[in-house]
């Protein structure tokens, strides 16, 4: 797990590299290759995972020598994938000797084969192509500045604001406040973009011509499996995938909450461990109802793992606050990348990797705004419209929206309205811009991903997935775990359990009320229920210590300050 920095035709140092000396403390290089009048830069910083040795040295050849590579990320088959080279004398056994040589031999379109978290950049040496690549989920960050004259990317915004110096974006600061994140490609500043997940851009450096292609395949719905085959089926992809990401030659941790998904990780990673695995743990003082503590130490005393856990107070809450914005540098809107920063510090004292379990909520329907899209198929539109007027009255956010959404026939403005954070009216008399990017980006995924062919709860999964998950949740982990120099892996993603996962008629992902329907069933043979059903505590819940009250006016206080301090205001909203 590494940092990425490279240019065509700006030059930067070791001081600039060093912006995102976290995210490798372990080792750093940097080369220039010239070609013609114009030159391309490559820049790296290592946390050594695998193979630690000086072999896994970047920026790295192909044997051949008619490719270099800097690579952010582990590639949890490829071992598989060397299989499949032959004539090839390896100098050691780092996957990113591996890809780059895959790639060597196979061409950029075998980065489909890659099962794992990554961006890189790839510079073909013979016919002057230069290829940025991001994994099908977006778990690795990569961000590029372009103008007429330079081209600069990167693993975070920081060596790009030292480079380049952008402005703000008002386009994208008003897509920002709809969805409370800037989904990719956009970012908050202008000339800067994400590259999208899942997708490759290839750059031609004698015509300056970029190009952008997905290697993202639509999975179709197999409405023929039976329940049982499919719960034995996942059962052993979830094993293999938990088993594949183990891949470490350092010792790997389990971030733990109190919840199935993190307690499922968890069981397998104990069960092929030699010896009690490192689980860790944050909570909350003065009884707060969002405390986990005391559940996840419940799960690992039945895993028997050897448990670390601490808790924060409101001041340690509101200390690290302004740190957590520049860590982030990206305004999202969410209060859970606090206690995530104490997590990750604590984590850091003991392990260089851990298992998360995240990203079960998208592809197995976890969230309460599917069931409505459900509901949505199930009545006729004019329902809905007729009750519209009711919402004023509602204060729960969610339901207000839902009501907003459901008579809305057309699906991506159906999904825009249950997304959005402000309406267009609130979005202009705060900042005199409005947007319908957020639409585009919808549909971008929407079409890619062939939601036409699915029924409406299907497809807002499989867009969720792409957009909304890569560009807030997984933004901010990698963010924070790097910003410990710690690789956080995501196994719930690995590729063929989520092939599989989106195969399923939604029928077997939401039953009724119960969203993750076949994920618990498949824990109910490991489990026991209390973990598997247990309420889930949000941070979002705070009702007895007065942080709530304490976030308020701090949000009051932020409003009257310039627009720039967007990044506080939207870390804090709900």
Do not use: W
């Amino acid at each position: 797990m590494c940092g990425i920095l490279g240019s065509i035709n700006q030059p930067f140092d070791e001081n600039t590299l060093n912006l995102i000396s976290h995210r490798g403390p372990d080792d750093s290089g940097m080369v220039q290759i010239d070609y013609g009048d114009n030159s391309i830069y490559l820049g790296h910083r290592r946390l050594a995972i695998q193979y630690i040795s000086a072999a896994g040295h970047q920026p790295m050849y192909s044997a051949c020598r008619k490719f270099i590579m800097v690579f952010n990320g582990e590639i949890y088959n490829h071992y598989e994938l060397r299989d499949k080279l032959t004539g090839i004398k390896f100098k050691g056994h780092s996957d990113t000797e591996t890809i780059v040589n895959y790639i060597a031999h196979f061409g950029i379109d075998a980065v489909k084969d890659f099962n794992g978290i990554f961006a890189f950049a790839l510079f073909d040496i013979e016919n002057n192509q230069l290829y940025l690549a991001r994994d099908r989920f977006g778990v690795k960050p990569l961000y590029f500045f372009k103008d007429t004259d330079r081209f600069i990317f990167s693993s975070e915004i920081r060596p790009l604001q030292a480079l380049a110096e952008p402005h703000i974006n008002v386009d994208n600061l008003a897509l920002l406040l709809k969805l409370r994140f800037n989904p990719s490609p956009t970012a908050l500043y202008e000339a800067i973009y994400k590259l999208l997940p899942g997708h490759v851009l290839s750059i031609d450096l004698a015509t300056r011509c970029h190009t952008l292609f997905s290697f993202i395949k639509p999975v179709a719905i197999n409405n023929d499996i039976s329940f049982a085959d499919a719960l034995e089926t996942y059962e052993k992809l979830f094993e293999q995938a938990i088993k594949r990401q183990l891949l470490a030659d350092v010792e790997v941790g389990v971030l733990l909450s109190g919840g199935i998904d993190s307690a499922l990780v968890a069981y397998y990673a104990q069960k092929y461990s030699d010896k009690p695995i490192k689980t860790f743990t944050i909570g909350f003082n003065d009884h707060d109802d969002s405390d986990e503590t005391l559940a996840a130490q419940e799960t690992a005393d039945l895993l028997g793992t050897e448990h670390y856990s601490i808790k924060i107070s409101d001041d340690e809450f509101e200390h690290i606050f302004s740190e957590c914005i520049n860590i982030v540098e990206e305004p999202l809107g969410t209060t859970s990348i606090i206690p995530m920063y104490y997590l990750n510090q604590l984590a850091a004292k003991h392990v260089k990797v851990v298992l998360t379990g995240q990203g079960a909520d998208e592809p197995l329907g976890g969230y309460k705004r599917y069931q409505g899209e459900i509901i949505h198929e199930k009545f006729p539109a004019f329902i809905f419209k007729h009750l519209k007027p009711l919402s004023k009255f509602i204060k729960n956010e969610q339901q207000y929206r839902a009501l907003n959404a459901l008579g809305e026939k057309d699906i991506i403005k159906r999904f825009d309205l249950i997304y959005a954070l402000f309406k267009n009216e609130e979005i202009h008399a705060l900042i005199g811009r409005i947007t319908d990017k957020n639409q585009h980006c919808i549909k971008y995924f929407y079409d890619l991903l062939e939601g036409n062919k699915k029924k409406g709860v299907e497809a807002m999964m499989a867009n969720d997935l792409r957009m909304n998950l890569p560009d807030d949740l997984l933004l901010y982990t990698d963010k924070i775990s790097m910003h410990f120099s710690i690789e956080a892996r995501v196994p719930i993603l690995d590729n063929d359990l989520i092939d599989f996962i989106e195969s399923l008629p939604y029928r077997y992902r939401i039953n009724g009320k119960e969203g993750k329907y076949i994920h618990k069933k498949f824990a109910e043979k490991i489990l026991p229920n209390q973990i598997i059903y247990r309420m889930k505590k949000a941070f979002s819940r705070q009702q007895k210590n007065g942080l709530r009250a304490k976030k308020a006016l701090l949000i009051k206080n932020y409003y009257l300050m310039p627009i720039l301090n967007l990044h506080t205001i939207l870390i804090l909203m709900q």
